[in-house]
């Protein structure tokens, strides 16, 4: 079970025990209680005030926060309406990369990933990682492969992909926004979207599916 909704139960080898998408207007405070032994928090849009532990800082679309130390954290106030986006579990210290990405489809798509048997539009590349990696949908509607099976995101959605095993988005049907987070490295530990061609055959993890 590959793609899940935060409120569904979560594959037994997802490092990713929780997560969720909070939104909220201009001028509102959100306060969270921990729930996982890590957690990150990303600014899919707009700008917000918060407080860490003792600390306040400003955050707007990009920040990419890692939540640590006891207790809660909050949102002081909304200075822009803004999509918050929360990941709790138990990753490693050493993680691949994580941020916002958007996709649409290209009117001359090119690809420099692996050869794949299906039609592509986009420019997006087929490719695995020594990590696992998680795709959430905030905006659109997309159909995604991974392990070789195809599936159709919409907003809500998350997608995990095991290390190892390739991973694509060959066709939108609404244009793309979400996030992403690539958990513990293992393996080689090396970063980045890997190639067959490049770095060597995938060794995909076959219970991660």
Partial sequence: MPMFRSEDQYP???????????????????????RGEVEKLIVGGGRC???????????????????????????L???????LVRFCGRWGAETGGSGIFNMDNSPQP???????????????????????EYWIILEG??????????????QGDCLATGMGHHHDMPLVHEPVRGVYFETTLEGQKRRGHLWDHTHGLAEPQAERV
């Avoid at 037994?12 to 921990?34: I, N």
């Avoid at 005030?49 to 949102?75: H, I, K, Q, Y």
């Avoid at 106030?77 to 999509?83: G, L, N, Q, Y």
């Avoid at 692996?114 to 590349?125: G, S």
Wanted: glycine share 8%; charged share 35%.
């Fill in 141 to 154: 509607q997309a159909r995604a492969v991974s392990e070789g099976k195809a599936y159709e995101m919409k």
């Fill in 110 to 132: 090119e690809d420099k990933g692996d050869p794949v048997p299906y039609e592509k539009w986009t420019n997006f590349d087929s490719h695995f990682h020594d990590c696992d």
């Fill in 49 to 75: 005030r918060l407080r860490v532990g003792a600390e306040e800082m400003e955050a707007a679309t990009g920040a990419n926060l890692d939540l640590t130390g006891p207790g809660s954290f909050e949102v």
């Fill in 12 to 34: 037994d080898w997802c490092e990713l025990e929780h997560f969720e998408v909070v939104r909220l207007d201009a001028g509102d405070g959100h306060s969270f209680v921990r």
């Fill in 77 to 83: 106030e909304v200075e822009e309406a803004a999509t």
